[in-house]
Protein backbone atom coordinates (compact mmCIF):
# COMPACT_ATOMS: atom_id res chain seq x y z
CA UNK A 1 0.00 0.00 0.00
CA UNK A 2 3.02 2.27 -0.21
CA UNK A 3 1.38 4.38 -2.93
CA UNK A 4 -2.07 3.98 -1.95
CA UNK A 5 -3.10 6.55 0.66
CA UNK A 6 -5.61 5.34 3.74
CA UNK A 7 -7.96 8.20 2.06
CA UNK A 8 -7.73 6.83 -1.40
CA UNK A 9 -8.47 3.39 0.56
CA UNK A 10 -11.90 4.91 1.77
CA UNK A 11 -12.99 6.57 -1.57
CA UNK A 12 -12.38 3.06 -3.47
CA UNK A 13 -14.56 1.17 -1.02
CA UNK A 14 -17.70 2.98 -0.05
CA UNK A 15 -19.42 -0.80 0.14
CA UNK A 16 -17.05 -2.17 2.73
CA UNK A 17 -17.47 1.02 4.91
CA UNK A 18 -21.24 0.26 4.98
CA UNK A 19 -20.68 -3.07 5.80
CA UNK A 20 -18.66 -2.86 8.66
CA UNK A 21 -15.73 -4.77 6.61
CA UNK A 22 -13.75 -1.92 6.38
CA UNK A 23 -13.45 0.32 9.24
CA UNK A 24 -11.22 3.29 10.88
CA UNK A 25 -9.52 3.59 14.09
CA UNK A 26 -10.56 6.74 15.92
CA UNK A 27 -7.91 9.62 15.21
CA UNK A 28 -6.24 8.89 18.77
CA UNK A 29 -2.36 7.78 17.87
CA UNK A 30 1.03 9.52 17.91
CA UNK A 31 3.15 8.74 14.97
CA UNK A 32 6.48 7.11 15.93
CA UNK A 33 9.33 5.51 13.83
CA UNK A 34 10.33 6.58 10.35
CA UNK A 35 8.10 4.25 8.42
CA UNK A 36 4.82 6.85 8.20
CA UNK A 37 3.30 4.25 5.80
CA UNK A 38 2.86 0.60 6.82
CA UNK A 39 0.46 -2.26 6.65
CA UNK A 40 -0.02 -6.26 7.12
CA UNK A 41 -1.91 -8.59 9.26
CA UNK A 42 -2.88 -7.92 12.14
CA UNK A 43 -1.76 -10.33 15.45
CA UNK A 44 -3.39 -9.28 18.62
CA UNK A 45 -2.18 -9.10 22.21
CA UNK A 46 -4.22 -7.78 25.45
CA UNK A 47 -2.28 -6.65 28.47
CA UNK A 48 -2.49 -3.29 30.98
CA UNK A 49 0.69 -2.14 31.92
CA UNK A 50 2.58 -5.16 31.46
CA UNK A 51 4.79 -5.69 28.52
CA UNK A 52 6.20 -9.08 29.00
CA UNK A 53 4.16 -10.35 26.25
CA UNK A 54 5.11 -7.42 24.39
CA UNK A 55 8.45 -8.59 24.31
CA UNK A 56 8.06 -12.04 23.67
CA UNK A 57 6.19 -11.37 20.29
CA UNK A 58 8.36 -9.03 18.97
CA UNK A 59 11.28 -11.66 19.31
CA UNK A 60 9.77 -13.67 16.63
CA UNK A 61 9.69 -13.44 12.94
CA UNK A 62 7.24 -10.50 12.36
CA UNK A 63 7.02 -11.57 8.75
CA UNK A 64 5.51 -8.21 7.86
CA UNK A 65 2.94 -8.39 10.36
CA UNK A 66 1.76 -5.42 12.38
CA UNK A 67 1.19 -6.19 16.71
CA UNK A 68 -2.00 -4.49 17.78
CA UNK A 69 -1.38 -4.26 21.54
CA UNK A 70 -4.35 -3.21 23.81
CA UNK A 71 -2.97 -1.64 26.81
CA UNK A 72 -6.24 -0.27 28.08
CA UNK A 73 -5.63 3.25 26.89
CA UNK A 74 -3.45 3.70 30.46
CA UNK A 75 -1.33 6.64 30.78
CA UNK A 76 0.05 5.85 33.80
CA UNK A 77 3.74 3.72 32.19
CA UNK A 78 4.91 2.80 28.53
CA UNK A 79 4.74 -0.83 27.76
CA UNK A 80 6.33 -0.63 25.10
CA UNK A 81 10.45 1.18 24.41
CA UNK A 82 13.00 1.65 22.29
CA UNK A 83 14.67 -2.50 22.52
CA UNK A 84 11.87 -4.10 21.51
CA UNK A 85 11.07 -1.72 18.87
CA UNK A 86 14.75 -2.15 17.55
CA UNK A 87 14.30 -6.18 18.06
CA UNK A 88 11.10 -5.65 16.13
CA UNK A 89 12.69 -3.81 13.41
CA UNK A 90 15.39 -6.31 12.91
CA UNK A 91 12.93 -9.31 13.16
CA UNK A 92 10.75 -7.89 10.27
CA UNK A 93 7.85 -6.62 12.03
CA UNK A 94 6.03 -3.42 9.61
CA UNK A 95 4.54 -1.59 12.48
CA UNK A 96 3.41 -1.87 16.46
CA UNK A 97 -0.27 -0.24 17.00
CA UNK A 98 -0.21 0.40 21.21
CA UNK A 99 -3.65 1.72 23.12
CA UNK A 100 -1.09 2.87 25.65
CA UNK A 101 1.86 4.59 26.10
CA UNK A 102 5.68 4.35 24.99
CA UNK A 103 9.19 6.12 25.89
CA UNK A 104 12.56 6.09 24.42
CA UNK A 105 10.76 7.81 21.64
CA UNK A 106 14.35 8.98 20.35
CA UNK A 107 15.37 5.81 19.98
CA UNK A 108 11.96 4.64 18.14
CA UNK A 109 12.15 7.52 15.92
CA UNK A 110 15.36 6.60 14.35
CA UNK A 111 13.69 3.22 13.76
CA UNK A 112 12.38 1.97 10.49
CA UNK A 113 9.26 0.78 11.35
CA UNK A 114 5.83 2.00 12.43
CA UNK A 115 4.94 2.73 15.88
CA UNK A 116 1.62 4.46 16.83
CA UNK A 117 1.01 5.16 20.58
CA UNK A 118 -1.37 7.41 22.23
CA UNK A 119 1.79 9.44 24.46
CA UNK A 120 5.10 8.85 25.62
CA UNK A 121 6.16 8.47 28.85
CA UNK A 122 9.25 8.04 31.15
CA UNK A 123 7.99 5.41 33.40
CA UNK A 124 8.38 1.78 32.60
CA UNK A 125 5.65 -1.15 32.71
CA UNK A 126 5.48 -4.14 34.97
CA UNK A 127 7.03 -7.60 34.20
CA UNK A 128 4.46 -9.90 35.65
CA UNK A 129 3.89 -11.53 31.94
CA UNK A 130 0.01 -11.82 32.82
CA UNK A 131 -2.34 -11.28 29.15
CA UNK A 132 -4.39 -12.18 26.63
CA UNK A 133 -2.61 -13.61 23.19
CA UNK A 134 -4.81 -13.91 19.89
CA UNK A 135 -7.98 -12.40 20.85
CA UNK A 136 -10.40 -9.84 19.68
CA UNK A 137 -9.77 -6.76 21.22
CA UNK A 138 -11.33 -2.67 20.51
CA UNK A 139 -9.17 0.20 20.51
CA UNK A 140 -10.03 3.69 19.51
CA UNK A 141 -13.67 2.50 18.85
CA UNK A 142 -12.96 -0.06 16.31
CA UNK A 143 -12.97 -3.99 17.28
CA UNK A 144 -9.97 -5.68 15.81
CA UNK A 145 -9.25 -9.38 15.28
CA UNK A 146 -6.30 -11.31 14.57
CA UNK A 147 -5.82 -12.02 11.41
CA UNK A 148 -7.30 -8.58 9.95
CA UNK A 149 -5.39 -6.21 7.59
CA UNK A 150 -3.76 -2.68 9.06
CA UNK A 151 -3.38 -0.10 6.66
CA UNK A 152 -1.66 2.87 8.21
CA UNK A 153 -0.33 6.46 7.54
CA UNK A 154 -0.51 10.14 8.26
CA UNK A 155 -4.00 10.33 7.48
CA UNK A 156 -5.18 7.14 9.79
CA UNK A 157 -5.57 3.20 10.25
CA UNK A 158 -7.48 1.30 8.79
CA UNK A 159 -8.67 -2.07 10.07
CA UNK A 160 -9.82 -4.37 7.11
CA UNK A 161 -11.22 -8.13 7.00
CA UNK A 162 -8.77 -8.99 3.97
CA UNK A 163 -6.50 -7.51 2.38
CA UNK A 164 -7.22 -5.00 0.03
CA UNK A 165 -5.69 -3.62 -3.21
CA UNK A 166 -7.23 -0.67 -5.09
Keep these: MAL??????????PQLIVSGELRALQPIFQIYGRRQVFSGPV?????????????EFLEERGNGRVLVVDGGGSLRCAILG?????????????????NGCV????EIN?????VRALASHPMKANKKGIGEKHVPVTIAGTRICDGEWLYADTDGILISKMELSV
Design 103 to 106: RDVD
Design 4 to 13: VTTAEVCDAN
Design 43 to 55: VTLKIFEDNVLVR
Design 110 to 114: GCDIG
Design 82 to 98: GNPVVQAQNNGWVGIVV
